[in-house]
């Protein structure tokens, strides 16, 4: 018995023996490749320092050692690709991007990247060709929308350009610039209440964009345009047409479920005129309470519904609908701002605690 136990014990470590031997020189191997893993992701993080310190050329330096050290990780070979497009190396950025193309990790910002060195390089079909590679892989990225849009507008292909911004739209949206970028055509074909949601919407989207205050000077000249106020007080609206007066509608014309250029011009015709004689930042915001009012009257509602509108409706029942009003149109009259917030300094406290915590979403289709 125990010479068995003894052959079953020899048995036993043999086994073992077998068993750790590979074990130890896998051991050894993967030892190796997380060295090389935490060398990479520490060339990595010193690259983004040195690109946060404003030295490109030592980040893209730094990223392509952590390329080296780990060439199946996308994102390092992605960020070169991307610092050599910052640094204007277009050719070298296509070659790099170029070799990512079938990774399983691609995002859409890779696509975007890809194809805007293509454009560079005045290759001009190859970018098109991979912005629409890109949505064959993210058939919503409003994104890639965005770019095939700002491609057709460079291109003066301005119908192209706004069907592909509404697309990206109606497929992602909560990616705040096509919002933009379709607001300011409509504005440039005097299509102004179409840009007037639009590009309220994109504020409300994007509340830190460079474009904010743009966009917020442009929605003050198209209420400017559209409402007339004549010296005796005389109001006229040219919400559908600039040229003519909407002296045909009234607010009867919600019963057929109205374009939203004659819903407008209707609201702004129905309101109370009274105490207004001019466009001014503190007139906007009265303006555009009683629109809103009027707007949630059942005859109207019943009928005719916007998204920015009751978005507004959110804001006015959190008592902050002025405070916002100014807010948007801050940059048109920027004096008027300054002492309409030194006036309400409480107001203001409020609306911004409320609308810091407070973000518009759309529900993803």
Known sequence: MKQAERKYTSMAQAILLLMLLPLSVWGQSDSLILSKSFLAL???EESRIALDEDKPQQSLKLMQEAAKLEPTNFIYAFEVGQLQYLLKNYTQSVETLQDLIDHPDVTPQYFQILGNAFFMTKNKMAAKEIFDIGLSHFPKSGLLFLEKGNLSSIEGETGQALFNYLKGIELDPNYAL????AAMIYFDQAEVVNGIVLGETFMNLDKTSPFHELMGL?????????????????WSTHFCNP?????????PEFKNHPSRCIAYA???KAISHDGINEISLDAISIIRQRILALYLMPEVYDNWQEDILDYQKVILDSQNFDAYNHWIFRSAQPEQFEVWRKNNSEAWANFCEWYNRFQLEFPEP
């Open 266 to 268: 209707s609201l702004v």
């Open 218 to 234: 442009k929605l003050f000249q198209q209420y400017q345009k559209c409402i007339q106020i004549s010296p005796d007080g005389i």
């Open 178 to 181: 096509n919002y933009y970028k």
């Open 243 to 251: 040229l003519f007066n909407d002296d045909a509608i009234t607010t």
């Open 42 to 44: 520490e060339k990595a």
